[in-house]
Nanobody
Framework: QVQLVESGGGLVQAGGSLRLSCAAS????????MGWYRQAPGKQRELVAS???????NYADSVKGRSTISRDNAKNTVSLQMNSLKPEDTAVYYC???????????????WGQGTQVTVSS
């Protein structure tokens, strides 16, 4: 199996910063895309940022210029540095990875359990 474990959420004032981290472990042969999604109450889950194994990044317009995603392929980790946080960034943030497991030849999506980010005004 594959597990994604997130850390780094919490309560922060508007204008502050947070760094989310996620570590993938288990029966991993290769990871293609890693990223972060978020879901606010009453809203659909949305992409925040993603990064390919080659380092190509993609950001939601709402966080572009305020967030930086980074990845360590050797450690199977991905991090999201968020600056200038706004109350509308409040959500549960989920780590995501597109993984090929050892001994299997298909890609599958895995999710972390989610970490709460709350930005107070």
């Amino acid at each position: 199996q594959v597990q994604l474990v997130e850390s780094g959420g919490g309560l922060v004032q508007a204008g502050g910063s947070l760094r989310l981290s996620c570590a993938a472990s288990g029966s991993i042969f290769s990871i293609n895309l890693m990223g972060w999604y978020r879901q606010a109450p009453g809203k659909q889950r949305e992409l925040v940022a993603s990064v390919t194994s080659g380092g190509i990044t993609n950001y939601a317009d709402s966080v572009k210029g305020r967030s930086t995603i980074s990845r360590d392929n050797a450690k199977n980790t991905v991090s999201l540095q968020m600056n200038s946080l706004k109350p509308e960034d409040t959500a549960v943030y989920y780590c995501y990875a597109n993984v090929m497991r050892r001994y299997l030849l298909t890609w599958a999506d895995y999710w972390g359990q989610g970490t709460q980010v709350t930005v107070s005004s």
